[in-house]
């Protein structure tokens, strides 16, 4: 299964004990509490220089962080507590406590901070400003989908996200898809991949309309097995095995044995 295979390779194959998901979650909200006493702080600076008239603050992040869910940790998913990330925004024109529904991406932060600085859009960009939407308004260019993917080394394989409204499709590349509705399902435990076969038909539908993922995904592992190969060659033989040591749990000839497999076949 989907979940299984993310579980394996984040080292999460066994039960935490309950002093590792105490630890896990403290440090959590630890970090939460700082960044929430680093932020106040830079408000407090600009209050005092009295620049918050002509200020924009944008508090976003490029990912979040997950605290246990399908019992994971760190970020490395795209499962929402790792994809989905808080964004506030405060400055001039702004009002105070409105709020944004509508879909939006971390590609749209550039397009918002020229429109915020007065400046022309560069041509091709992907993203489109917010500040119609910060305004009250809405921005009638922009999609009613967010696309996203993950290519790193806590999975497997590649995985591609498209949203649209409360349905969430994830595809992986060789392996079961997932279709989650958040509205209905927010910790999205269960997949509706077979129970509404259209809607996933629509949305793998509109993945293609972007990419081909599994295109995409060959295209990455043979950059990887290059990436490695380019590296292993180039690096002393005692040092390589040092490495390896340090980052492949177990590593020894039958582990040698997989990496050797896996560059013969690219």
């Not at 989905?84 to 944004?100: F, H, K, S």
């Not at 591609?160 to 409360?166: S, T, Y």
């Not at 993945?207 to 590296?231: G, M, N, P, S």
Request: with cysteine; charged share 25%.
């Amino acid at each position: 299964p989907v979940m299984d295979f993310i579980r394996v390779r984040k080292g999460c194959v066994g039960e935490f004990t309950d002093e590792e998901l105490l630890a896990i979650r403290r440090t959590y909200y630890a970090m939460a509490a700082e960044l929430d006493a680093m932020v106040g702080a830079l408000v407090d600076r600009i209050d005092a220089l009295g620049l918050a008239d002509s200020t924009y603050i944008i508090y976003i992040s490029d990912h979040g962080d997950t605290n246990m869910e399908h019992r994971m940790h760190l970020k490395n998913s795209l499962y929402e507590g790792s994809a989905r990330v808080p964004m506030m925004v405060a400055g001039p024109g702004i009002a105070p406590g409105g709020r944004v529904d509508a879909l939006v991406s971390l590609v749209d932060i550039y397009p918002t901070l020229m429109d915020m600085a007065g400046l022309a859009h560069p041509e091709g960009l992907v993203g489109y400003s917010l500040m119609p939407e910060l305004g009250g308004g809405a921005n009638r260019e922009r999609p009613d989908q967010v696309f996203s993917e993950y290519h790193s080394n806590f999975q497997n394989t590649s995985s591609f996200m498209l949203r649209r409204g409360d349905y969430k499709y994830i595809a992986y590349a060789g392996y079961e898809s997932q279709l989650f509705h958040l509205g209905e399902d927010p910790d999205e435990m269960h997949s509706l991949l077979d129970e509404r076969p259209e809607v996933a038909a629509e949305m793998a539908a509109g993945l293609r309309e972007i990419l081909d993922h599994e295109e995409v995904a060959q295209k990455v592992v043979a950059y990887d097995r290059a990436a490695f190969r380019a590296w292993r060659d180039a690096t002393d033989p005692v040092e390589y095995h040092e490495a390896m040591s340090r980052f492949y749990r177990g590593w020894g000839p039958e582990k040698e044995r997989i990496i050797e497999d896996w560059l013969a076949r690219g």
